[in-house]
């Protein structure tokens, strides 16, 4: 990347970027209004779902996995994108990842609790459900079964979102020290309190540095295991359409493709309302473009093995699967996701498409949908028909699935637009650390910059 | 580099800087001088040219790291055989116990994860002293954009802001 054009100075940051503690653009009103009513709605469906039991879902079995897992694979999918940007882009030094890592961070740890809920509502009684996910003994003194994929998802979710959010946290805690001292009495104190006490000193910098480092090397993995667990709970089965191993690599990629799109869906309008035009630079945008893009081809490569290797396997089981798929009763949500996954993220090869952010906006839009609809298509085309023809059927979403889904999404906005109001959007001290250096002119410093 | 904290108040003298290569060629300055022990150096983000400067190696954090990796590990595996042993569960005729260390790789690197993370953040604080209600914040404007050296227990008459003085302080004032 080349060097971006800073109009702003290190002595800008904290005075523009803090602006969100401010009084919000109008728009900013109007968003949260949508979403916390979506949010609303969907809590009125969960609580009659849980009250009047899961027959209230179209579902029947074999189906039991139908958009509830769909919804948690897809909010899965949203997180990667925050540590991937937090930590691998960290490790790799890639300097654009300053401007947006704040964001994608707390993009994240919304998504996947947003993922988190719906095993919980898809069991029923989700009070049951959390306590049998656990790793108790129950009243027999049975365990879980640790050699289920089921019982390490739990194991990957939760550690993921645990470290996912101290590492969220981690990078806060300068920030909100630098809250503190620009602000008087109760808000001081609450987010001194936050801040744990933050001083700044070159110690404390040193040591934050170090434990940033390895809190990245020790993410990185887990990114690329999160998602390969994930999909170990279809690949682990038997299920023809899900019994492949090209699943982890596969699930991740689309994971990293989804999170992206969505960083940049939430980017703009984030950007707009909060007037940060002069700190996410086109440059910075145009990076998240080109990784999306790249997930996006290495998805497409895997829509293509995976096609070839059911046929080349010759397994009429597997090949039936496929070609329902995309000629099928299906072929609606399988083509839609091939286009939007595939074909249309194609334009971003043009750097004028990549400029445009109008344009860049509605392809990372149909990104998601097309995201979600892959969950939709690996789930419900291959569930549907199991190994007893007797239960063979067709599944449509109806109001419930549709509306639990749209709250979801309430819910993940909802949060995220309570973060954009009381926490900086931008990481402070590491936007600083790609900015011009405040040197004094005299002579030349020795020393190079690392980066952060 | 800082050595151990002689004076433990937040008294003393503060020299704000408002350039990073005149903070840190001041840096240099100071570690030379037997009177500035206990100093301390404030910076709104971590420049790597201070790091330098304050001679910092590499970080205690690390053994913080590597202790809670391994802790989690262990507990990971252990979690899985230990219950494998209380009650063997045998799903689709396998065999429980050590043969299934493949599938408990799983629980026992995502424990690895989760350990050596919160031991890490656990290490940051430790090491940075934080939290401290005690101390108190010497300038608003540390956490902005200002670099900053500290002397505890010097006045604003002593040899110490003198030296600040020269190295280029923009303004040296008690705290």
């Not at chain 1, 996912?164 to 609450?190: C, E, H, N, Q």
């Not at chain 1, 309008?269 to 990076?287: G, S």
Request: glycine share 8%; net charge neutral; aromatic share 16%.
């Amino acid at each position: 990347m080349t060097t971006p054009m800073w109009t702003k100075t290190i002595s800008d940051v904290n005075e523009e970027i803090l602006v969100n503690l401010e009084k919000p653009h109008p728009a900013f009103y109007a968003v949260f209004g949508l979403a916390l009513s979506l949010f609303l709605a969907g809590i009125v469906f969960v609580a009659l779902h849980t009250t009047f039991g899961l027959g209230l879902w179209q579902f029947a079995p074999p189906l039991y996995w139908a958009v509830d897992i769909t919804n948690f694979v897809f909010w899965v999918g949203i997180g990667h994108a925050g540590t991937l940007i937090s930590a691998i882009l960290f490790l790799f030094r890639a300097k654009w990842r300053n401007t947006v890592n704040r964001s994608a961070e707390a993009m994240t740890i919304f998504a996947v609790m947003c993922a988190a809920i719906f095993p919980l509502i898809h069991m029923g009684r989700m009070w049951l459900g959390a306590y049998w996910a656990m790793p108790f003994p129950n009243t027999n003194n049975l365990w879980v079964n640790f050699r289920s994929p089921l019982v390490w998802d739990v194991f990957a979710i939760s550690t993921y979102f645990t470290v996912s959010l101290l590492f969220w946290y981690m990078g806060l805690v300068p920030d909100l020290a630098s809250i503190r001292d620009r602000t008087k009495g109760i808000k001081r104190l609450v987010y001194g309190f936050m801040s744990f006490g933050w001083r700044g000193t070159a110690k404390q910098w040193w040591h934050y540095e170090a434990g940033y480092g390895f809190l990245a090397a020790l993410a990185t993995p887990l990114v690329l295991s999160v998602h390969s667990v994930v999909s170990w709970d279809f690949a682990m089965s038997l299920q023809p359409g899900w019994h492949t191993t090209i699943f982890p690599p596969y699930f991740v990629a689309g994971a990293i493709l989804s999170g992206c799109a969505m960083v940049y869906n939430l980017l703009i309008p984030v950007r707009f309302m909060f007037r940060l035009e002069k700190f996410i630079l086109p440059e910075h945008l145009d990076a998240c473009l080109k990784l999306t893009l790249l997930t996006s081809t290495i998805v497409f490569y895997a829509y293509g093995v995976e096609f070839f290797v059911a046929w080349y396997s010759g397994n009429p089981y597997e090949w039936a699967i496929f070609e329902k798929r995309a000629i099928g009763p299906y072929s609606f949500y399988f083509w839609t996701m091939v286009f939007c996954n595939c074909i249309f993220p194609l334009a971003w090869w043009s750097k004028k498409v990549r400029a445009s952010i109008p344009i860049s906006f509605v392809i990372c839009l149909l990104v998601n949908v097309g995201m979600w609809f892959e969950r939709y298509n690996i789930i419900v085309s291959s569930l549907v028909e199991d190994f007893l023809p007797s239960a063979w059927g067709h599944f449509e979403p109806g109001l419930w699935e549709i509306v639990i889904t749209l709250g979801s999404f309430g819910m993940f906005f909802v949060f995220f637009f309570i973060f954009c109001k009381f926490f900086p959007i931008i990481s402070l001290s590491e936007i600083k650390l790609i900015m011009p250096k405040p040197l004094s002119g005299k002579k030349a410093h020795g020393g190079s910059h690392h980066g952060h | 580099m800082a050595t151990k904290s002689v004076v433990d108040q937040d008294v003393g003298v503060i020299g704000i800087f408002k350039h990073l290569d005149t903070v840190c060629s001041a840096i240099e300055r100071v570690r030379e001088r037997d009177d500035f022990r206990g100093h301390e150096v404030f910076s709104p983000t971590s420049y790597h040219e201070i790091e330098h400067a304050c001679g910092f190696g590499a970080s205690p954090v690390r053994f913080f790291t590597l202790i809670g990796a391994l802790t989690g590990m262990c507990s990971g595996f252990a979690l899985a055989l230990a219950t494998d042993w209380d009650w063997p569960l045998i799903v689709g005729g396998k065999t429980p116990g050590l043969p299934s260390i493949p599938a408990y790789v799983v629980i026992g690197f995502e424990c690895t994860i989760l350990f050596g993370a919160i031991a890490t953040i656990l290490g940051m604080l430790v090491m940075g002293r934080i939290p401290n209600p005690k101390r108190r914040v010497l300038d608003t404007r540390l956490t902005d954009d200002r670099f900053a050296i500290y002397v505890p227990g010097a006045r604003l008459d002593s040899p110490q802001a003198q030296l600040l003085r020269e190295c280029g302080a923009d303004e040296v004032r008690a705290t």
